[in-house]
């Protein structure tokens, strides 16, 4: 029988680790395009790589915009010659950001609040220095479960457990 002190000792192992601002979970490699680039730019850059979001930034890599996936299929679906297209006419100009040094939960509001699944990260220069996406938070969030899960399992399962882990 696991204890209350047991818990929370178990607890308290799991967190020691656990990420605490946007630097600790950002994607610091970004995909990021010029204004000035095509709508086809962007479909041919999202077509050939896995990721959801690419960030539009000036010669200074200063932010422009965002464009999703989603804002990839609107402009498909709403333009006739889409490849003629800019992106700054497609792109979502006032785009919500943080800083690296923002606390997760703070973020993780953001995202909730204003129904968006990914935050362009800004360093102290004002230029674009990563991105924090839904799956960054998820990643994070698995990681923490994980330890969460095994140190709270009987020691006949730990083992399974942990084999299960090393398996990812």
């Known amino acids: 029988m696991i204890t209350a002190k047991a818990n929370l000792a178990v607890l308290e192992a799991a967190l020691e680790n656990a990420p605490v601002s946007v630097a600790d979970v950002m994607t610091r490699e970004v995909m990021t395009l010029g204004p000035e680039q095509t709508f086809a730019d962007t479909v041919a ?15 200074d890599q200063r932010l422009c915009g965002v464009i999703s996936d989603r804002d990839i299929l609107r402009g498909l679906a709403r333009t006739l010659n889409w490849k003629a297209k800019s992106i700054s006419e497609i792109m979502t ?76």
């Open 45 to 59: 850059l999202m077509a050939n790589r896995f990721f959801r979001h690419v960030l539009v930034v000036d010669e």
């Open 93 to 168: 100009r006032d785009a919500f950001t943080v800083t690296p040094d923002t606390p997760i939960s703070l973020a993780i509001r953001e995202i909730l609040t204003n129904h968006i699944s990914c935050l362009p990260v800004i360093g102290s220069d004002g230029r674009v220095c990563g991105i924090l996406t839904s799956t960054d938070l998820l990643t994070a969030y698995e990681k923490i479960q994980c330890a969460l899960e095994r140190s709270a399992l009987p020691a006949a399962e730990k083992t399974n457990a942990n084999s299960l882990a090393k398996e990812r």
